[in-house]
Antibody, heavy 121, light 112 residues
């Protein structure tokens, strides 16, 4: 079945780094644009980053641009989020989500269950 | 950024009765292709969001026909014709016309 499974979350000190992974299965990953969306405790979802099906375009929300990098490996059906210079406000449940489109933003039709990132000293 | 404002914040509903949620964008969500880039998601407790409506008024696969999306420009509405117990959760609208993609603050639907 169509599935996204995130991993790599954990507790990290402010200024530290983490790499999140998302394993995709059950659909043609190499034809799908992908997103990272996060949700802080008790808050609504916040879109974080987007990557086109071929990795040719990336977009970020302002608060993470320059600190986070989205990437993908279509040979391994994997999506990644490299997070550097982490701050307390990055604490959240991080979801990967598939877009129905291959190259632009339409809507997110498949979501993983998320991986938790806690930034704390 | 496009600011998405939802109302009400909380919506107690009686099973079998209709419900309506409003979403207003700070700027028009009409693309040059004639489509409105506005989606509705439902997040049930302990689960990730799930899409209900895309491009303003299109029901996603598997979504019951009691859910209807409508609206244009900056004002959109999600209607549930007859609320069922399984519809409880937080409803979010989201715009995908402009980066950054932005979600509304959410409307919590609960059974009276």
């Amino acid at each position: 079945q169509v599935q996204l499974v995130e991993s790599g979350g954990g507790v990290v000190q402010p200024g530290g780094s983490l790499r999140l992974s998302c394993a995709a299965s059950g659909f043609t990953f190499s034809s799908s644009a992908m997103h990272w969306v996060r949700q802080a405790p008790g808050k609504g979802p916040q879109w974080v980053a987007f990557i086109r099906f071929d990795g040719g375009s990336e977009y970020y929300t302002d608060s993470v641009r320059g600190r986070f990098t989205i990437s993908r490996d279509n040979t391994q059906n994997m999506l990644y989020l490299e997070m550097n210079a982490l701050r307390g406000e990055d604490t959240a449940l991080y979801y990967c989500a598939k877009d129905i489109s291959s190259s632009w933003f339409e809507y997110m039709d498949v979501w993983g269950k998320g991986t938790t990132v806690i930034v704390s000293s | 950024d496009f600011v998405m404002t939802q109302s009400p914040l909380s919506l107690p509903v009686t099973p079998g009765e209709p419900a309506s949620i409003s979403c207003r964008s700070s700027q028009s969500l009409l693309h040059g292709n004639g489509k409105h880039y506005l989606d509705w998601y439902l997040q049930k407790p302990g689960q990730p969001p799930q899409v209900l409506i895309y491009l303003g008024s299109n029901r996603a696969s598997g979504v019951p026909d009691r859910f209807t999306g409508s609206g244009s420009g900056t004002d959109f509405t999600l209607k549930i014709s007859r609320v069922e117990a399984e519809d409880v959760g937080v409803y979010y609208c989201k715009q995908s016309l402009h980066v950054p993609l932005t979600f509304g603050g959410g409307t919590k639907v609960e059974i009276k």
